[in-house]
């Protein structure tokens, strides 16, 4: 760039008194009057992202905190403490909320998080129709989360749904898929995992194609197996990739709300399907309890903090 | 592509090699359009049956008769061409604001460089940390009694369009792209005379029609795809997208109706994915990985 000329320059006429180069030259020639011009061009330029950015996501960042905090009753606020959280803590649904979120998650990962992975590594051997394959992953996620849910349900349903019609080809007895809470989160991983495996799809096929192709050749001269390989060499090569999926994933899929709302309209059968955020928009929307919803929030927000720290750092780790 | 992969290419040569990877192929290629088109083949079938057959025990793999009417009347019961006309305007509303906001702010913190600029941007990619389901409800109680201007946004279409704004995310990748638009190449227009405006519009916009496309493209298909807020700030049926009133519908037609409808509504999406596929998929792969 300009450095070697500036420092050539610099040992021609040394006495030429140096500017700062913290902007475009053009702009800070002169002095305090023009600094200032350029930042309320600056300004000028952020300020509707910024008040939009104030009112829709900062300002309710910093009211979610208030909120929990507060009771609202008939149109009067006051602080309450910790009241909030003894309401949630109490409320049967809780314990069972965050464990089908925390078991949603489990399976979500050993479907969500494996099948895509190993799509990718199956379509990175073929020399021929990958394009094809790729479309096929991606398509569903470009659909309306309405739309594949509700036909889900339609798939799920025990009489004429094609899921039974299919097993039935193999001789397995129809299920009872939604309706039975042995199986009722299972199934909505199922659905869940087909709308969305396709991104991770994507971005793994692009991981693979920086796997140098020396180190499965000199794994091979070491006798290595298919699945040796696939261990020893391309799980450690994208391993960075890896877990950042795996932690978006989790921070996603502990949010779950949409899958099980219209699956199984939220709680499911005997509340196999209530998920923590189900249980935010009933205090919210269907109790009017502000206050509890947000401290549920929060209890959410803390937890899944710790992820998307671990996860910018690691993103970060992975720009350098 | 000559990249090596797992199977070593001697291994793939060789007559059984080369009998063994057909046969996969195959069989990925037949599992893969199963798994991903037959929901689909299930979801157009369905909606030409009669109500009857939508919901007889065992379901019929095709249609014993076609009924195309079903989706004429799915257009017709569910008034789709408003839903459809609403979620346009709102989508394509939410990408101008977005284009002209968020463009102005990339532009803003990768070239113009003002005081207090890091923190701002640091601000706004915190947001992205904040899980998004958490945020609704004190956005939602926002959105009744928006703060200093005091106006209520609900069923208005600004509840849709101005949260749209607030994409870290794609402020990002916009700042991104500029960070990489040479300086010299600015520099040498604000020598001629040319303001931050035309700067950005002359020479900036044109060298960074991809990003703006993808951009674009993830703006529409957010607000297309999005479910539960405005599900919550738009109430009222005659302002609802097609993802909300699909499903508020969904319990008062015939089945047969609501997989017709269903396949109307996915149109629109899969149109633009078959048409911007490289876009996206690019897109997808460059933004998302560095997300």
Known sequence: MSAPTLTKDRTVKDRRPRRPRTGPPHLHDGGLGTTLRRNITAHGFLIGAVLCFAFFSWYPIVREFLLAFQKTEDGRVSWVGWENFVTVWNDPAFGQAWRNTLWFTVLALLLGFVVPFVAALVINEFRHGQGYLRLLVYLPVMLPPTASVLLFKYLYDPGYGMFNEILGVFGVPAQQWLQDPDTAMLSVVVASTWMNMGGATLIYLAALQSVPGELYEAAELDGAGLLRKVWHVTVPQTRLILLLMLLMQIIATMQVFIEPFLLTGGAGPEGSTTTVVYLIYQYAFNFNNYGAAAALGLLLLVLLAGFSAAYTRLNRAEQD | ?291
């Open chain 2, 1 to 291: 592509m000559s990249t090596r992969t797992l199977i070593s290419p001697a291994q793939l040569a060789r007559p059984r090699g080369k009998a063994l990877y057909w046969v996969c192929f195959a069989l990925v290629v037949v599992l893969f359009t199963l798994a991903f088109l037959g929901p689909l083949y299930w979801m157009v079938s369905s909606g030409l049956k009669t109500t009857q057959e939508a919901v007889q025990t065992p379901p019929t793999w095709v249609p014993g008769s076609v009924h195309p009417e079903n989706y004429q009347r799915a257009w017709e019961v569910m008034d789709l061409a408003r839903l459809l006309l609403n979620t346009l305007y709102y989508a394509f509303g939410a990408l101008a604001l977005q284009l002209v906001l968020d463009v102005a702010a990339a532009y803003s913190l990768s070239k113009l460089r003002p005081v207090l600029g890091k923190l701002i941007l640091g601000m706004m990619l915190a947001t992205l940390m904040i899980p998004a389901t958490v945020l609704v409800v004190p956005q939602y109680l926002t959105a009744l009694d928006v703060p200093i201007v005091e106006r209520n946004l609900l069923n208005s279409p600004w509840a849709i369009w101005l949260p749209s704004v607030t994409n870290a995310f794609n402020i990002f990748l916009l700042k991104r792209f500029f960070d990489s638009i040479p300086r010299e190449l600015l520099d040498a227009a604000s020598m001629d005379g040319a303001g931050p405006l035309r700067v950005l519009w002359s020479i900036v916009l044109p060298v960074s029609r991809p990003i703006l496309g993808v951009v674009s493209i993830f703006a529409v298909v957010g607000v297309w795809k999005d479910f539960l807020w405005p599900m919550l700030v738009l109430p009222d049926p005659q302002q609802q997208t097609l993802a909300v009133g699909i499903y508020s519908l969904a319990t008062s037609v015939p089945e047969n109706v609501l997989i017709a409808a269903l396949s109307i509504a996915s149109l629109p999406t899969l149109l633009l994915f078959l048409l911007f596929q490289r876009n996206i998929m690019s897109g997808l792969t460059a933004g998302g990985l560095k997300g």
